[in-house]
């Protein structure tokens, strides 16, 4: 059993993992069953007239579809606009746990940050995910504005 600061720490972890692998394209969704599939696990079928590989759903057979942020976007719980005085995005919070530990993703710390009590733990982002993130949350803030 971990303690409750090393379980907070591996969650920070596998979120950032999780946008990392969003990021670099890796995860891949089945507009059929809704699963999230990771490219490694996906059927390729070569194209015939070589013009690139189709990645199938192992479930269904369904042609997948890669995750994309805004996909993301649509699953968290909340999130925050940090608008500079121009009216602009300049930087995203978004909430991905909140009851039992509170999760935040934040671009401009750029990094997934955990509190559960007294505890905090931290897991780096790099730039293209937090410039991703913030594209994605940018087309958000043009909609509701
Ligand atoms: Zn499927």
């Keep these: 059993m971990g303690s409750t ?3 907070l720490q591996s969650s920070c972890k596998g979120i950032a993992e ?4 969003i990021a670099d394209g890796n995860v891949l969704i089945c507009p059929e069953c809704e699963n999230e599939i990771n490219k490694e696990d996906s059927i390729i079928e070569d ?3 070589d013009v690139g590989s ?3 759903c192992p ?7 890669q995750k994309e942020m805004s996909d993301w976007l649509t699953d968290v719980l909340d999130f925050n606009f940090v608008i500079n005085r121009q009216g602009e995005l300049k930087d995203s919070e978004i909430c991905v746990g909140f009851g039992g530990p ?4 934040k671009t401009d710390g750029r990094g997934v940050y955990g509190y559960w009590g007294a505890d905090e733990a ?3 982002l790099t ?3 937090c410039s991703q993130i913030n594209d994605a949350m940018e087309e958000i803030y043009e909609c509701i504005k």
């Design 59 to 65: 479930e269904c057979g369904a042609e997948l579809r």
């Design 122 to 124: 931290y897991a780096g």
């Design 54 to 56: 189709t990645k199938l």
């Design 102 to 105: 509170n999760i935040w993703v």
């Design 18 to 21: 999780f946008l990392e692998n």
């Design 5 to 7: 600061k090393e379980e």
């Design 47 to 49: 194209d015939e007239d």
């Design 127 to 129: 730039g293209e995910v």
